[in-house]
């Protein structure tokens, strides 16, 4: 295993708020290293002097205008939460 | 010159940068139709879009752009006519989306510069490296409960500017100096409205400390939660000794995120943070990059009002005024507009005199700004008039204008009802001096042989005499005939 080690692979999953298993890592960081280098085949396409791309379409950033038509609909926001109490969303305590 | 501060191995110097959250005055969110106003009830400005549900696609806000160019165009910045957002990813319950948009690789202003006025009269140019736009993120209370957060999205996808300095900052009051006219500009502009303790203007603070004469950059540590220009100098005046304390006894400073904390005045290190650099940016693929029209940056640029340090010139130049005057005037758009109407053909360092002394300190020791002053300021350019062209002496000025300061009258009829027109009339005038020297002529002969300095004496009775109306000069002029 050279790129995914498991240093690596258990800070991926740390990054991506995933639990792993110390069990799991040697497996889960196989499967990544088959998806890299999958990936990396695009690297044999010479790209010198090609702009990269933000976007396939050639069309302008569409705006919006600056109006309120939007929100006042707190228990459609708060439907899937877990828990709530009195209009805010609660969870387990975060902080520093 | 800026501070310096002495160790035990020689002395030192802070090398400071800041990074401004300043957010733009707009209806409705960045990516959203929800409204942005302060202190609603929690979660009621909240769209399916802020609340990242699924599926849920960002539309960009065309005011919010104006305002990230108008701004830029104020910080005498290039605009960057193509810009990208990303996604900045990270992990925080008042940020549904696991991600920011931001943007990084490509701002949409670039470089730029303002000048900062130091308490010692000095001007200094601090650099500007970037305003890019980005999301603001949701609140989360966390002193309601033992075990639990409360977590609030009104604020979620509010448009921030982010305006990054340039480390050309070297003490706190240079860093004061700094977000005052930071502050200022926003306003003049009308794009941020600058309200640090209401979170619409936060500041994180980047400070490392190096021998002075040295030229490298030592490293940095990142200050969050610096929520007042104090705050911001408190948290220098801390974190600088932390440094060179720990450079002193031969230990390194670790480049890491640190937080103010106002209650023990101490900066402490946030080592849940240890991945907080690791941001993973991309262009996100909700967002077309943002390509703009020369010609609308130039519309813009017509619609910039004079800005402060225009104006303070030409309050200089025009009105003759100092630069201290200029700048106490300039200081807001609201004061320096009040003031103009009080000047308007008048005796322009009169109506500075008025209006900072006078008016200024009275409203300062009542907690008031000037928007909220009882006196109009056509009524304070009629007091100033009336000054000028000698209807009322400078003393009987202050009476009226406590009295309009009262009621919020206008001096002229004051003056008329109250009948406290100067006394003009050398006849009248020297009626009343007549009579002082007849009932003091005791006084009078001492005068006369040689003992000058009763001549205030009788300037005072022959004023007291008139009830303060008399003309001071004629008074003085006639005075001197008749006792000569």
Known sequence: MSVMDQNTVRKVARLAQIEVQDSEIDAVGKKLEGIIGFVEQLSEVNTDNVEPLSSVNDIPCPLREDVTNDGGIVDKVLKNAPDSQEGFFVVSKVVE | MAEIIRG???????????????????????????????GAAPNTQVSLVDAAMPGMLPVLNMKSVEQAVRTGLGLNSKINLYSVFERKNYFYPDLPQGYQISQYLHPIVGEGEIEIDLPNGEVKKVGITRLHLEQDAGKSIHDQHPTKSYVDLNRSGNTLMEIVSEPDLRDGIEVGAYLTKLRMILRYLGTCDGNM???SMRADVNISVRKVGETEYGTRCEIKNVNSIKAAQAAIDYESRRQIELLEDGGSVDQET?????????TRSMRSKEDAHDYRYFPDPDLLPLELEQGYVDDIKKTLPELPDEKKHRFMDSYGLGAYDASVLISSRSRADYFETVANDRDAKLAANWVINELLGI?????????ESPITSENLGKLVG????NTISGRIAKDVFAEMYESGADPEKIVEEKGL???????????????????????????????????????????????GKANPQMVNELLKKKLS
Do not use: C
């Not at chain 2, 400071?16 to 005055?25: D, P, T």
């Not at chain 2, 009336?386 to 062209?389: A, Q």
């Not at chain 2, 040689?450 to 004496?457: A, C, E, Q």
């Open chain 2, 386 to 389: 009336l000054i000028e062209d």
């Open chain 2, 363 to 371: 409203l300062n020791k009542d907690g008031k700004t000037i928007e």
């Open chain 2, 421 to 467: 027109k100067q006394v003009t009339d050398t006849g009248a005038i020297e009626a009343i001096i007549d009579k002082v020297i007849a009932d003091n002529q005791d006084k009078v002969e001492q005068y006369k042989s040689g003992k000058d300095k009763l001549f205030g004496f009788f300037v005072g009775q022959v004023m007291k005499e008139s009830q």
């Open chain 2, 258 to 266: 640190r937080l103010w904390d106002p209650a023990q005045n101490v």
């Open chain 2, 8 to 38: 035990n191995t020689g002395d030192w110097e802070m090398v400071i940068g800041l990074e401004v959250h300043a957010q733009a005055i707009t209806e409705s969110k960045l990516f959203s139709g929800a409204a942005t106003a302060f």
């Open chain 2, 197 to 199: 303790d209401e979170g």
